[in-house]
């Protein structure tokens, strides 16, 4: 079936830094998304992004639907300690479809 | 407040016995869905319902049943047929169509099997 890697799958910041994680994908997608999950918690939605190139920003978060479709990426600028947690790309194979296709996780620890 | 709510949130069970995994939803959504997370692995989808009284199986359905007799409600139940049930079950909800991708979660069930 369909595979999203992700990577990095951890990462070790300074407060303060900025972050990037992205992903790939030998299939092509209708739509992706990032989510984050908080330790013990469900993940919540970040960014949805609908079309080949777009870029979005929310705070500052910033992520970028891949031209080719296959590929998407986060960035997170002057992280801040509740940046912590694991982030996942999710991406769509088709415009409403049920199943969403999920990386591993990056999963983002910052030293104050 | 809207949103999901998952109950029990932790719970311990002995090989060989069914549980059931209570998901409720007042966001008015269509979609719900079950997933589940192990360790170091992305979410795999268990089951989804699109409509009251319909329901698909995802990826990973096998020892798992669900029921969508209610629009707010979609309950999993872990049976004893599920090999390795151990996990983090996460039950979200959606808009559907267009929107499916855009879930909304609860705060997740974490399962032991003693």
């Known amino acids: 079936g369909q595979q999203l890697n992700q990577s990095p799958q951890s990462m070790f910041i300074q407060e303060g830094e900025d972050v990037s994680m992205n992903c790939t994908s030998s299939?092509?997608?209708?739509?992706w998304l990032w989510y984050k999950q908080d330790p013990g918690e469900g993940p919540v939605l970040l960014i949805a992004?609908?079309?080949?190139?777009e870029l979005t920003s929310n705070g500052r978060l910033t992520a970028q639907f891949g031209i080719t479709r296959k590929d998407s990426f986060l960035n997170i600028s002057a992280s801040i300690p509740s940046d912590v947690g694991i982030y996942f790309c999710?991406?769509?194979?088709?415009?409403?479809?049920?199943?969403?296709?999920f990386g591993q996780g990056t999963r983002l620890t910052i030293n104050p | 407040d809207g949103g999901i709510t998952q109950s029990p949130k932790y719970l311990f069970r002995k090989e060989g016995q069914n549980v059931t995994l209570s998901c409720e939803q007042n966001?008015?959504?269509?979609?719900m869905y079950w997933y589940r997370q192990d360790p170091g692995q992305g979410l795999r989808l268990i089951y989804y319902?699109?409509?009251?009284?319909?329901?698909q199986k995802g990826d990973i359905a096998e020892g798992y049943s669900v029921s969508r007799e209610k629009k707010e409600s979609f309950p999993l139940t872990v049976t004893s047929a599920q090999k390795n049930p151990t996990a983090f079950y996460l039950c979200?909800?959606?808009?559907?169509?267009?929107?499916?991708?855009?879930?909304?979660f609860g705060e997740g069930s974490r399962l032991t099997v003693l």
């Open positions: 299939s092509i997608f209708n739509t």
């Open positions: 999710a991406g769509q194979l088709y415009q409403g479809a049920q199943k969403l296709v």
């Open positions: 319902s699109q409509i009251v009284n319909d329901f």
């Open positions: 966001l008015n959504h269509d979609a």
């Open positions: 979200a909800s959606s808009w559907g169509s267009s929107l499916a991708g855009e879930l909304f």
């Open positions: 992004l609908y079309k080949a190139g």
